[in-house]
């Protein structure tokens, strides 16, 4: 036996098998059930909450703007008869899909647990998507059912079971009212909720095109909350967490049920404006923000906190896109009592996978942390296929409960992210001799702007389908408070003299507004290689080196 634990090929300080060439979790062991239980996400996700004898009489949400509160016990209690009422008045049932269309509001979070608890598959999708960007999304998840504001109905289909106002009196009816009477309705039997059952179809942009429907299962979602379970840090109070992250967005939606599961107060923040956020901290003491680098920035900015009381604020979770080393440094000089939390992941990937913990890996400079509970990575290089050492820079490849079951109708485009069940990320990243991950750059050509995915391909297809441009090619523009933008190269046709500014309307009456182009380069042609594929980099490169435009 002494023997086999000196041979162990796993380095203690990387999490690297030498002989596999595979990293392993440094961090505490996920605590979930046998891969065979029936349980659902929602059951798993109060199961872990640590319970006490006022536990339940926590605040669990704030409505920013009213100050409207709800209870931990008075959610849950709302969630079940939600559940109830739809399955008994709506027809509701295990293996539905329901589109959720709708800001942060503190009906969603309701609403998402009556939903996973019952089978029914969760499609939340963001409220800024246009008519024909909502209509692809349901032809890839199928809802039968909508739940939308009275804002947003505008924007949907008729579905088979019709749509459901969330901030009507009659939602809020069935949350509150048990309508089902034991004489004319017989309550069903709860449905049996299986971890490999799908919970929820959340939407990822891909370089090929248009959003594509990722599935996520009970036991995906059930594994991301665990695995912010094994890293928790106990505290003398409920931490009160404000998080400028929407719902619909892979970050938000975990962030949520992280939330519930670790018993904290969660201020609920319809829309972004900065001092409404700051005002919020104050009134409500928020201790953790949860937001994308472009919050970051915004707070930066000299004299934007003036004036507010931000004393009780000690950590930032920081994701969706990369915070740069410049803004990083500011906002430590600015807010030396505050710990920044970067991570890493991705919509396949349930969100986080890898992340900071604790003020002592804060300190570490152009790191986003360690890999997650439960998950194993490799660093390959994208040229050889060849697994890479520590040190050494390639593509991440991750695997463990986590990730995705896979793509919508896509067996393609699934076949092509997994590789003998490691999903590809895209991302060209090394481990240090500490086991702390780096990214360095992206395969992938996503653009990100303020933390949304904006595919480069459909906006190209959006741009040549008008008859005056002849080619057109987008690629990502570097932007101090987004991050980047989308910025379009355009070939005009002969005797065109179409300019910017009615290029920028045209894409931007059919797309969401992060999906806007922001800048136009007009070019005589566009570089491609034998296969005809847009050399995005070195028109980006030569954009860069020729061009300077003012800040957007």
Not at 164 to 190: G, K, M, Q, W
Request: overall charge neutral; aromatic content about 8%; some cysteine.
């Amino acid at each position: 036996m002494e023997e086999d634990n000196n041979s162990n090929p796993i380095d203690p300080k990387t999490g690297f098998n030498s002989i596999s060439k595979t990293f392993h979790s440094l961090r505490p062991p996920l605590n979930l059930p046998p891969p065979y239980a029936s349980i659902s996400a929602a059951t798993y996700i109060l199961s872990l909450r640590h319970k006490s004898p006022s536990s339940d009489s926590l605040t669990f949400l704030i409505d920013s703007t009213t100050s409207h509160q709800i209870s931990h016990s008075i959610f849950i209690q709302r969630s079940q008869t939600l559940a109830t009422n739809l399955t008994t008045l709506h027809g509701l049932t295990k293996n539905h899909t329901a589109l959720v269309l709708s800001p942060n509001i503190i009906q969603v979070p309701i609403l998402y647990f009556a939903l996973l608890s019952i089978g029914v598959v969760l499609s939340p999708v963001n409220p800024a998507s246009s008519p024909s960007e909502i209509s692809h999304l349901i032809s890839l998840s199928k809802p039968i059912i909508a739940f939308t504001t009275s804002f947003l109905f505008h924007k949907l289909p008729k579905l088979s079971l019709g749509t459901i106002l969330i901030d009507s009196p009659e939602f809020d009816a069935l949350t509150t009212e048990d309508n089902s009477s034991p004489v004319s309705v017989s309550i069903p039997i709860p449905p049996v909720v299986n971890q490999s059952d799908v919970a929820a179809i959340l939407y990822s942009s891909g370089t090929t095109g248009k959003s594509k429907g990722v599935m996520l299962t009970h036991r995906n979602i059930m594994a991301s909350v665990a695995s912010y379970n094994a890293v928790r840090i106990p505290t003398e109070s409920p931490a009160v967490c404000l998080a400028v992250v929407p719902y619909f967005h892979v970050y938000g939606f975990t962030y949520l049920f992280k939330s519930v599961a670790m018993m904290e107060t969660l201020v609920v923040m319809e829309r972004f404006g900065l001092e409404k956020m700051l005002g919020a901290f104050q009134r409500f003491r928020v201790t953790n923000l949860a937001a994308a680098p472009p919050v970051v920035v915004a707070m930066n900015k000299e004299r934007a906190t003036e004036g507010y009381d931000l004393s009780s604020l000690k950590w930032l979770a920081c994701g969706g896109a990369p915070l740069g080393k410049d803004n990083l440094d500011a906002f430590k000089a600015k807010f030396p009592q505050v710990s920044i939390l970067q991570g890493y992941g991705l919509t396949e990937s349930t969100a986080g996978v890898i992340r900071i913990v604790g003020s002592d890996e804060a300190r570490r400079a152009g790191t986003t942390g360690r890999l997650g509970s439960g998950m194993e990575a490799k660093i390959v290089n994208p040229n050889t296929g060849e697994s890479m050492s520590p040190g050494e820079e390639g593509e991440l490849w991750v695997r463990g409960p986590q990730i995705m079951k896979g793509y919508v109708d896509d067996p393609v485009a699934t076949a092509v992210t997994f590789v003998d069940g490691w999903l590809r990320t895209g991302d060209i990243c090394y481990f240090d001799n500490e086991g702390f991950v780096y990214v360095v750059d992206r395969l992938k050509e996503l653009i990100k702007y303020k933390g949304y995915q904006v595919a480069p391909a459909e906006l190209e297809q959006l741009l040549q389908s008008h008859q005056e441009i002849k080619d057109a090619a987008v690629v990502p523009y570097p932007d101090e408070d987004a991050g980047q933008v989308p910025l379009a190269i355009v070939v005009r046709q002969p005797q065109s003299c179409m300019g910017e500014a009615e290029i920028i309307d045209f894409v931007a009456k059919q797309v969401a507004p992060y999906k806007k182009i922001r800048r136009v380069v007009f070019v005589h042609s566009i570089p491609k290689n034998a296969s005809g594929k847009i050399l995005r980099k070195e028109l980006l490169n030569k954009i860069l080196a020729q061009r300077t435009f003012p800040r957007l």
